[in-house]
């Protein structure tokens, strides 16, 4: 497997709370994606990463945002986290000049 | 609006048969066509096509790509349990996006 990690791997939080969750690489690859996955809809991508600091919103944008102050890590954040965000969310990498990506483990979210 | 369709959506075999398994996809500014496959946990990456008519082979599964048509198939022969998983079509859109189909379920019986 690619060096890819997420934290953390399960969460449960409630209704209206922030929720920041951690991609880390250890690839130095250029792109990082988020995408979350639920039954029926497949991949969807959230936001993704061109190089630091550089961010651009995907199909899925509203409520979350991201940021990537180093290349290795790229975080997602609810802001105010909805019963609607409950899914798997997935980080993926990929270098550049190239098509592929290759993805973390994922974090099951559940918001009550 | 950009979209990949996959067909079918779940199927069932036994082991030995052979599949075919469809993505369709209308998408401007193609770049290339991926296949990844998902068993419980993340997708793994299986192939990249970009050109038409060339097949892309990995032991028993292959896949060729038909940009007049619009469409690719995976096909995997003398299937196994190990091949029972969600198998994933990407189309990339540019700018290293990829947009995803739903998937197919497969399902090999011993």
């Known amino acids: 497997d690619a060096g890819i990690t997420q934290s953390p791997r399960h969460k449960v939080t409630e209704t209206g709370t922030p929720v920041t969750l951690r991609c880390h690489q250890t690839?130095?690859?250029?792109?990082m994606y988020w995408y979350r996955q639920d039954p029926g809809h497949g991949l969807r991508l959230i936001h993704y990463s061109y190089g630091v600091k550089d961010t651009d919103k995907g199909e899925v944008s509203d409520g979350y945002s991201v940021s990537r102050s180093k290349t290795e890590d790229f975080l997602l954040t609810l802001e105010s986290a909805t019963s609607s965000q409950t899914s798997v969310y997935f980080c993926?990498?990929?270098?550049?000049?190239?098509?592929?990506?290759?993805f973390g483990p994922g974090t099951r979210l559940t918001v009550t | 609006e950009d979209k990949v369709v996959q067909s079918p959506l779940s199927l069932v075999v036994h082991e030995g048969d052979t599949v075919t398994l469809n993505c369709s996809y209308e998408v401007t500014n193609f770049r290339s066509l991926l296949w990844y496959k998902q068993e419980k946990k993340a997708p793994t990456f299986l192939f990249m096509l970009t050109s038409s008519g060339i097949e892309k082979k990995s032991g028993r599964l292959s896949s060729i790509l038909d940009k007049k048509e619009l469409f690719s198939i995976l096909n995997i022969t003398a299937t196994q349990t190990g091949d029972s998983a969600v198998y994933l079509c990407?189309?990339?859109?540019?700018?290293?996006?990829?947009?995803w189909g739903a998937g197919t379920k497969l399902i090999i019986k011993p």
């Open positions: 990407a189309v990339e859109k540019g700018n290293y996006q990829l947009i």
């Open positions: 993926a990498i990929g270098p550049a000049g190239t098509y592929e990506q290759y």
């Open positions: 690839e130095n690859h250029r792109y």
